[in-house]
């Protein structure tokens, strides 16, 4: 069953900075009217960690690669060779009113059956029983996400507030086959609109966030920000 009656699907072909791509998808979410599914690579091996998570305490534990800190919960997440997406939900849509938990095990029930669906078997949601306590989101399975026998292969955090749900996911440990998102959009809703080049109005917003939020060490280490 569709979760959204149409949806853009934004396809950036060009691996951005980690500021870069933070920034886009909350300008999206700030301007869109419809749902977003927005797919999107990094140049260079990046580690985001969750709004709440504590840098300093985090300190040895990461690698010595670019960090940035999401808008959205979650824990650490390596991007390295993983596939990674976000579901944009803008306010006033029926379905940014789902519970948190609710909107997390739907999107993640759609993406374990696309996976299935795509011959990588055996996907599904994570139980109580699969769940770990640790602050490296892809070594501790939490409720709904996708697992495949034992191994997470997919996590995402999410926010959720008067713009709307942000939902920023991370794929890993498998490998898509081409046209996966293409065919996991079309699931998803059911009138899919493809944008490859970003519209120049959310390309000025998401570099006034790059330079006034996630470009800061500010926002890394106390998410301050200089946004008014």
Known sequence: MSLFDRLILHLDSTPHAGA???AVDQAWL?????????????????VT?????????????????????????????????DETYSVIVPAGHAWAET????????????????????DLTGCRLAGPEDLIENPF???????????????????????RGKLGLLHQGSVQQVSLPPGFWNGWAANLAKEVTLVEELPP????????????????????????????
Request: aromatic letters at 8%; proline letters at 5%.
């Open 49 to 81: 960690i969750g709004y709440a998570q504590n840098l300093a305490k985090l300190g040895e534990t990461l690698p010595d690669w670019p960090v940035m800190r999401r808008w959205t919960g979650g824990g650490v997440v390596l991007h390295e060779n």
């Open 20 to 22: 870069w791509n933070m």
């Open 99 to 118: 519970r948190p938990l609710d909107s997390y095990r739907l999107i993640h029930s759609a993406l374990a059956d696309g996976l299935n669906a795509a």
């Open 201 to 228: 109005a959310i390309a000025e917003r998401a570099q006034e966030l790059v330079e006034k939020r996630y470009s800061l060490s500010s926002w890394l280490h106390e998410r301050e920000d200089a946004l008014s």
């Open 30 to 46: 700030e301007s869109a009217d419809t749902p977003v599914l927005r797919v999107y690579d990094w140049d260079q091996p990046t």
């Open 137 to 159: 989101c892809f070594v501790a399975p939490a409720l709904h996400d996708v697992v495949r026998g034992k191994v997470k292969i997919a996590g995402a955090g999410q926010r």
